[in-house]
């Protein structure tokens, strides 16, 4: 039975459950830390905290630059989605932490939702297969992984299949990657709008396809480039096969979809930020990253065996032709030299999977498969789900409890952090690669070491800061005068950085972060603690003066 807005009871379960897990990780941190969170967000936090970085800076300037390097910044990248949460930030007020999850987070839900219950209904004519398929479309997560590890796989095996597998599943981007989940999910309505507006002369809606296209290609190239892929090739398998004229006014569509591709192409040959985030997010950038042929195969097997019989079913409907070319789409732009980690480009596929494998099994089932039934389609759907999901949330957990990311503050670390945004002297940041996460965000400075994909030489740099922190540690515990050596050689790389200021969280010391004044006293104009947390500035030298002078102050309030 419908109810308001058309939805029955399932429609409204599952926007419910979709609702859930995007709350699954940032929800038990807003409790367990009474609001004291970062920002940071599902598994992999550090790619929340660039992006408070891009929110902060977009909302101060419109355009943004890389801020975890202590170079000169190049202002030439536009966002749309930061730049609205930054002017959200800048003019309401709304908490850096919060925003971009406060805005794009129940935009996200609304629209995985509507996406994919409006997709499945159109391709699966029955109720119940088209439950499943939207189950599926929003939920799937193979849990190969998982069931491999009872049989002793070892790590690296294990690592490339939650890789997958999470890449495919929806709900690794509902847990800090809102905005992708837009993207991601508009294409299945573009695509819908896409076949409404070749039924009639509807401008508004090839209008409203066109400017989605290009949304959907800005934030998320990979799912960009597919839906012109499918839109083309409907057209070309429809014309050669049954000589349906394909409709030239949906170039518009094509058009506005190259525009950020060509953007992001200008980008990375003009910027030397985007060359380094371009090669440390190649294929074959991390020997950790083994995308091979039958792990992929493992992690999409179970509904890429039920669609079998579906695929070569398509007639001349178009999105029937559509939800085929789709799989098709992501290989190709998968395995296309161009752009930066193709792995990005699965993530949608559940959508066309779990479509194809509903109809492999009802619609278009052979003979001599077994009619589908309750019984054994419930826990086939449940254990393509649900174990998968609380394997990855576990390790989200995981990651919160042993501190691998900050993904909250601790005893005086946001205030270390402020004291730093409203100082008057300008320069940049030395931290190490945890703390460095959130100076861009919360200080609006540039630091010395950030993020892997946009620091250079970032594994050098993180050694050197890590084993300066330690040798404070080593002589702070020992109570006797530091090395000569040691001394000389910490006091010739600090000088060597050109930073300002030092900041130090609170990690793991006994005692809380380590006094460098035995290593460095000479170069130390004043030091601040906060609580477990320190802050040192740093006198001038002519380096840092020059770097002062390029990065100048912080990036707004």
């Known amino acids: 039975m ?5 939805f029955d009871w399932f429609d409204w379960l599952m926007l419910s459950l979709v609702a859930l897990l995007s709350v699954a990780v940032i929800g038990p941190l807003l409790i367990r830390s009474g609001g004291a969170i970062t920002g940071g967000d599902g598994l992999f936090p550090v790619d929340q905290l660039q992006y408070l970085s891009w929110v902060r800076q977009a909302g101060a300037h419109g355009l943004i630059a890389d801020r ?17 949460s930054g002017l ?29 219950r409006q997709y499945t209904r159109r391709l699966t004519a029955a109720v119940w297969p088209a439950r499943t398929a939207l189950a599926l479309a929003l939920f799937l997560i193979v849990p190969a992984s998982t069931l491999l590890g009872w049989f002793g796989a070892g790590y690296r095996l294990r690592y490339n299949l939650d890789f997958i597998s999470s890449e495919i599943w929806p709900g690794q981007q509902l847990v800090g990657y809102e905005v992708a989940v837009v993207a991601i999910f508009l294409v299945p309505l573009v695509l819908l709008g896409v076949e409404k507006s070749r039924e009639g002369q509807r401008p508004w809606l090839l209008a409203s396809c066109a400017l989605g296209a290009m949304f959907i290609s800005w934030v998320q190239p990979w799912q960009g480039a597919e839906l012109l892929l499918i839109v083309a090739g409907v057209e070309v398998w429809r014309w050669a096969r049954h000589r349906v004229v394909p409709r030239w006014s949906l170039l518009w569509i094509a058009l506005l979809g190259l525009v950020p591709a060509i953007y992001y192409a200008l980008l990375q040959r003009s910027d030397s930020a985007w060359k380094l985030a371009g090669q440390a997010n190649a294929a074959g950038a991390n020997p950790d990253w083994d995308w091979s042929w039958w792990a992929v195969l493992i992690c999409i097997g179970p509904l890429l065996i039920a669609a079998l019989p579906a695929l070569r079913r398509a007639g001349n409907d178009w999105q029937q032709t559509a939800v085929r070319i ?25 959508v066309p999977l779990a479509v194809l494998a509903v109809q492999g099994m009802t619609t278009w089932r052979p003979t001599w498969l077994p009619k589908p039934r309750w019984w054994w389609v419930l826990p086939a759907v449940l254990v393509l789900t649900i174990p998968g999901a609380i394997h990855r949330l576990g390790i989200a957990r995981d990651n919160i409890n042993t501190r691998i990311f900050p993904y909250e503050f601790r005893d005086g670390e946001r205030e270390a952090l402020r004291l730093i945004e409203t100082s ?19 200080a609006g400075r540039d630091v010395f070491v950030g993020t892997h994909s946009w620091t250079p ?20 515990m020992s109570g006797k005068p530091a090395n000569p050596i040691v001394v000389r050689e910490s006091q010739r790389f600090v000088n060597s950085t050109g930073a300002r200021f030092i900041y130090e969280e609170c990690g793991g010391w006994r005692g809380g972060a380590p006094d460098l004044t035995s290593l460095i006293g000479p170069l130390i104009e004043r030091s601040w603690r906060f ?11 002519n380096r840092s003066r020059q770097i002062s002078k390029q990065l100048g102050g912080t990036d707004g309030p």
């Open 2 to 6: 419908r109810t308001r807005f058309g």
């Open 68 to 84: 975890f390097d202590l170079a000169p910044d190049t202002r030439d990248f536009l966002h749309p989605s930061y730049l609205l």
């Open 88 to 116: 959200g930030h800048r003019l309401f007020g709304i908490p850096i932490a919060l925003s971009v999850a406060a805005i794009w987070k129940p935009i996200a839900v609304i629209v995985a939702f509507l996406g994919a």
């Open 326 to 350: 789709w799989p098709l789409a992501v290989l190709v732009v998968y395995l296309q030299p161009f752009g930066t980690f193709p792995f990005h480009s699965v993530q949608g596929l559940s």
């Open 424 to 442: 008057p002297h300008p320069g940049g940041v030395l931290a190490n690669g945890y703390a460095g996460l959130l100076v861009p965000a919360y």
């Open 457 to 476: 030489d970032f594994e050098q740099r993180s050694r050197r800061v890590n084993q300066l922190l330690f040798n404070a540690y080593l002589t702070n």
């Open 531 to 541: 609580g477990c947390a320190r802050v040192y500035l740093l006198k001038p030298t």
